[in-house]
């Protein structure tokens, strides 16, 4: 198939298109470099050993979009690109409506425009906000508590509304859970702008000495050790979750919502304890309060996914520390973007 990758250069996209061309297809991939590097397309290349379309188009110019559809037949769409950083969305509001979900608005009508009705979109988990049903089905009422959950649930919602005035569309929405790790080439993987916000990129860099310790953030959690608890899931099995989606799409029309993440939950204090061992390095850390916003356990329950999709997680948390330390390793300055 002719698969279109939205944010194909990022972190999820990346690992994306190399499964994708692996399997076969054929990847256009549409960034507009804003938080990605191009050399993340050259590395792919590398990996797969085929080459691939690519344009730097932001979603909301349409003309540019447009002239992307005009010159490939496109049978489906996967929909990565977005901003994600939930401290700026608070910020800067209105730049993640804008870029999020206007861009969004823009890929639609081009993809209707174009007779093209297949979509996987990457939503998050943090459209279930601060709930206690965990770990969380897909059925738990949204209540993102930021602008960009906000930003996913309106894009998702969107979705719901389209299909419902036009049931042929094919829709796979993914919730990712907390996406870790790299190909196991360490060639490819995630380079975050600046001070990373999420906890595995943070510890991969004080592992590799750019940083002096971790602050983890609060160890007065109702939890087994007092540290928050979340789904790490490898971005190797994210991305495979999203082959079982395409595969779904082809089964008929629908608009269906899945959870990825394992199941499995773990302390920031466990992650530690992996990654230290992933690389024999000291990862020195200090107790801090805890972070606004955060909340103690995060879990899926990934049993829809499982059933339907016919996927699992199968890589643990030592894969996870072991993946991200290669790529933080090999390239400890990521694609260079940082200097
Ligand atoms: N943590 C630390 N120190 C750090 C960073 C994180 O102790 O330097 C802790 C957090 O308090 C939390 C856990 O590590 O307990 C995981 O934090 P992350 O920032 O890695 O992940 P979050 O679960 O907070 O973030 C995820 C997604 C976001 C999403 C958010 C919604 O990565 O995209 O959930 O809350 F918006």
């Given at each position: 198939?002719n698969?279109?990758?939205?944010?194909g250069?990022?972190y999820?996209?990346?690992?994306?298109?190399?499964?994708?061309?692996?399997?076969?297809?054929d990847?256009?991939?549409?960034?507009?470099?804003s938080?990605?590097?191009?050399?993340?397309?050259?590395?792919?290349?590398?990996?797969?050993?085929?080459?691939?379309?690519h344009?730097?188009?932001?979603?909301?110019?349409?003309?540019?979009?447009?002239?992307?559809?005009?010159?490939?037949?496109?049978?489906?769409v996967?929909?990565?690109a977005?901003?994600?950083?939930v401290?700026?969305?608070?910020?800067?509001p209105?730049?993640?409506y804008?870029?999020?979900v206007?861009?969004t608005?823009?890929?639609l009508?081009?993809?209707?425009d174009?007779?093209?009705?297949?979509?996987?979109?990457?939503?998050s988990?943090?459209?279930?906000?601060?709930?206690?049903?965990?770990?969380?089905d897909?059925?738990?009422?949204?209540a993102?508590?930021?602008?960009?959950g906000?930003?996913?649930?309106m894009?998702?919602?969107?979705?719901?509304d389209?299909?419902?005035?036009?049931?042929?569309w094919?829709m796979?929405?993914?919730?990712?859970?907390?996406?870790?790790?790299a190909?196991e080439?360490?060639?490819?993987?995630?380079?975050?702008?600046g001070?990373?916000n999420?906890l595995?990129p943070?510890?991969?860099?004080?592992?590799?000495g750019?940083?002096?310790?971790?602050?983890?953030?609060?160890n007065?959690?109702?939890?087994?050790?007092?540290?928050?608890?979340r789904?790490?899931?490898?971005v190797?099995?994210?991305?495979?979750?999203?082959?079982?989606?395409?595969?779904?799409l082809?089964?008929?029309?629908?608009?269906?919502?899945?959870?990825?993440?394992?199941?499995?939950?773990?302390?920031v204090?466990?992650?530690?304890?992996?990654?230290?061992?992933?690389?024999?390095?000291?990862?020195?850390?200090?107790?801090?309060?805890?972070r606004p916003?955060?909340v103690?356990?995060s879990?899926?329950?990934?049993?829809r996914a499982?059933?339907?999709?016919?996927?699992?997680?199968?890589?643990?948390?030592?894969?996870?520390?072991?993946?991200?330390?290669?790529?933080?390793?090999?390239?400890?300055?990521?694609?260079?973007?940082?200097g």
């Amino acid at each position: 198939m002719n698969i279109l990758l939205t944010g194909g250069a990022g972190y999820i996209g990346s690992h994306a298109c190399v499964v994708l061309l692996e399997a076969g297809h054929d990847v256009i991939v549409v960034d507009d470099f804003s938080n990605s590097s191009p050399e993340a397309l050259v590395r792919i290349e590398g990996i797969a050993g085929k080459p691939f379309a690519h344009y730097r188009v932001h979603l909301a110019d349409r003309p540019a979009l447009r002239a992307v559809f005009e010159a490939h037949p496109v049978d489906a769409v996967m929909h990565f690109a977005g901003f994600k950083a939930v401290g700026e969305s608070v910020e800067k509001p209105l730049l993640y409506y804008w870029n999020n979900v206007t861009g969004t608005t823009v890929l639609l009508e081009t993809m209707a425009d174009f007779g093209v009705r297949n979509i996987v979109f990457s939503s998050s988990a943090t459209v279930y906000g601060d709930t206690d049903r965990v770990p969380t089905d897909e059925l738990c009422p949204a209540a993102p508590t930021n602008p960009y959950g906000r930003s996913k649930w309106m894009i998702e919602l969107m979705l719901q509304d389209l299909f419902r005035s036009d049931p042929s569309w094919h829709m796979a929405i993914l919730r990712y859970f907390n996406p870790v790790g790299a190909h196991e080439s360490g060639l490819i993987g995630e380079d975050p702008n600046g001070i990373p916000n999420n906890l595995v990129p943070y510890i991969a860099q004080v592992a590799v000495g750019k940083r002096e310790w971790l602050r983890v953030f609060g160890n007065d959690y109702p939890t087994r050790d007092g540290t928050g608890i979340r789904d790490y899931i490898h971005v190797m099995d994210l991305v495979e979750g999203h082959l079982a989606a395409l595969d779904k799409l082809a089964a008929g029309p629908g608009f269906d919502v899945y959870n990825l993440g394992t199941g499995k939950g773990t302390s920031v204090l466990e992650m530690v304890a992996a990654f230290e061992s992933a690389s024999a390095r000291k990862i020195p850390y200090r107790i801090l309060p805890r972070r606004p916003g955060d909340v103690a356990v995060s879990t899926a329950d990934p049993t829809r996914a499982q059933r339907e999709l016919h996927w699992q997680a199968r890589r643990d948390i030592h894969d996870m520390s072991r993946d991200t330390w290669r790529w933080q390793m090999q390239n400890p300055d990521g694609y260079g973007r940082n200097g």
